[in-house]
């Protein structure tokens, strides 16, 4: 099928944001965050810095390519609203990108402005955190779905759905604590490994080092849940697309363990954790997808006899 060049456009648009939410990867582990000091939108009081350390450049040049996120998807709904008539599932997914993209915005303000970033040992940075990735997380969610909803994607059908949406909906709240959980432990991993301060000189960075172990058995615990969802999915909603997306989001969080595992061993090098956070996302992405075939309106669902007398009925 080809695309129309909207939905080029929606998936560039998600692409992009995919670079931006890996290039803010590199700006926390890397410790550049207060690169720009507690200034914004401006950067250390300036438009433009002038002779800028290497924490700036990386920091200026992160703010520089979230402004033009923003602006990709704005233009995105702007098309939509043209393009598309009222009622239109793509309006309303490029509607909630742009919702979701301002708030990711005003996070990043508010990290900058309370100066929750580089080295600070703040208690409430923790939850900036997990709040930053579970935004982001559903930023990526509603961005994939526009970009399928023109491509051709059915409306969701919601009702009726039974246990494939409930296993659906738990696989995906799952995975959104899953990467508050990374969040957090990133943190942990930028304060130890990037800044050098021990469990001895800050209790926060003494509860994320014992709460370490937790987001690896926590991401076993969630494979499970995930693994439910495909089999439900694959199994009641039976369709080749349902299929093949089913197995690339098992593929990705199999793939994903080995990297964790890789990443604890190595001791979070600053590579190893952008890969790790890019594979986060190609695995939500391929479950919003797998959810998002197996409740298409134009999929059937598949009863299942448990007995002859429910066959004969």
């Not at 939905?7 to 990867?25: P, S």
């Not at 998807?73 to 599932?89: D, F, K, Q, S």
């Not at 998002?292 to 448990?306: G, Y």
Request: charged share 10%; glycine share 10%; proline share 4%.
């Amino acid at each position: 099928m080809k695309l129309s060049r909207f939905a080029i456009f929606a998936w560039g648009v998600l692409a992009y944001n995919l670079f931006v939410i890996v290039w803010g990867a590199f700006v926390r582990a890397t410790g550049s965050g207060a690169g720009c000091g507690s200034h914004w939108p401006l950067c250390n009081g300036e438009v433009i810095p002038r002779a800028p350390q290497i924490e700036t450049l990386i920091e200026f040049s992160h703010r520089i390519t979230s402004g033009l996120a923003l602006f990709a998807v704005l233009g995105m709904v702007i098309w939509a609203w043209r393009r598309y008539a009222p009622g239109h599932p793509v309006r309303l997914g490029a509607l909630l990108s742009l919702i979701f993209i301002i708030i990711e915005a005003l996070v990043g303000a508010g990290l900058v402005l309370l100066e929750y970033v580089a080295h600070s040992v703040s208690l409430a940075r923790a939850y900036w955190m997990a709040g930053h990735l579970i935004n982001t997380f559903i930023l990526v969610g509603v961005l994939t779905l526009t970009a399928w909803w023109a491509s051709g994607g059915a409306r969701l059908r919601l009702r009726g759905q039974g246990t494939v949406l409930g296993a659906l909906l738990i696989a995906l709240v799952a995975m959104l604590i899953l990467g508050a959980s990374g969040g957090i432990t990133a943190l942990g991993d930028t304060l130890v490994y990037s800044a050098g301060i021990t469990p001895e000189q800050s209790p926060l960075v003494a509860t994320l080092v014992d709460l370490r172990i937790y987001h690896p058995l926590l991401a076993f615990v969630v494979g499970g849940l995930v693994g439910l969802a495909l089999w439900q999915a694959t199994s009641r909603r039976p369709h080749p697309r349902v299929t093949l997306w089913a197995f690339v989001t098992a593929g990705f969080y199999l793939v994903q363990l080995g990297v964790g595992a890789a990443n604890v061993y190595l001791q979070a090098p600053v590579a190893m954790q952008m890969i790790h956070l890019l594979i986060s996302d190609f695995i939500w992405i391929a479950l919003v997808l797998t959810g998002a075939e197996a409740l298409s309106a134009d999929r059937q669902p598949v009863i299942v006899a448990t007995s002859p007398e429910r066959v004969a009925a």
